[in-house]
């Protein structure tokens, strides 16, 4: 597609419920990273693939993320028992591999646990 | 731990002004830095800077990197309500893709 794809653009859930949220890269971009944005604060990295590889998923906040990309194109963003401190945009991003080129951002899935 | 810290946090002015917003860096390896700009949805990308002291220009918008003073600035020239935005830096550095972010400076635009 054109852009980074994000769906849902709005979740609310009950504390202790599942949530999965999806991300469509570019086509033929290889990175994909997501990001977790506080309000008023700037993204913070969450995970990183490379094809369907996760190579970094150093800023998962807990074992309650789970992030996957199993065919190397679509990545789903998976937490469990979720907490009211996960409220927040949950960015995705992708780019060409390798750094030299830069990262293009979805719209993100603004989650509210209640 | 990198670190990018963005000042000012806010800015107003009025509508033709010129602004600087400011960024600098502590980055171990540090490969780029690039200039997003953030409305209601997705950062949009403005400028990724790898080598110091070259300009580099987008209509009413520049930016320029010093690698020895470890700052980057961003500037808009006759800015219009359309500018408003929240600006973020983010630092890149070699060995791994992820962007580490200011907190954003947001800037309004008054007519």
């Known amino acids: 597609g054109a852009g980074v794809s994000q769906s849902p653009r709005y979740k609310v859930a009950k504390r202790g419920q599942d949530v999965a949220l999806r991300c469509d890269p570019i086509s033929g971009h290889v990175s994909l990273f997501w990001y977790q944005q506080a309000l008023g604060q700037g993204p913070e990295f969450l995970t990183y693939?490379?094809?369907?590889?996760?190579?970094?998923k150093s800023g998962l906040p807990s074992d309650r993320f789970f992030a996957e990309r199993p065919e190397g194109s679509v990545s789903t963003l998976k937490i469990q028992r979720t907490q009211q401190e996960d409220s927040a945009v949950y960015l995705c991003a992708s780019s060409r591999a390798g750094g030299s080129q830069p990262q293009h951002f979805g719209d993100g899935t603004r989650l509210s646990i209640l | 731990e990198d670190k990018v810290v963005q000042s000012p946090l806010s800015l107003v002015v009025h509508e033709g002004d010129t602004v600087t917003l400011n960024c600098s860096y502590e980055v171990t390896n540090f490969r780029s830095l690039l200039w997003y700009k953030q409305e209601k949805k997705a950062p949009t990308f403005l400028f990724m800077l790898?080598?110091?002291?070259i300009e580099k220009k987008s209509g009413r918008l520049s930016s320029i990197l010093d690698k020895k003073e470890l700052f980057s600035i961003l500037n808009i020239t006759a800015t219009q309500t359309g500018d408003s935005a929240i600006y973020l830096c983010a630092s890149l550095r070699w060995g791994n893709e992820k962007l580490t972010f200011g907190t954003g400076t947001r800037l309004t635009i008054i007519p």
């Open positions: 693939f490379q094809n369907e590889a996760q190579l970094d």
């Open positions: 790898t080598s110091s002291g």
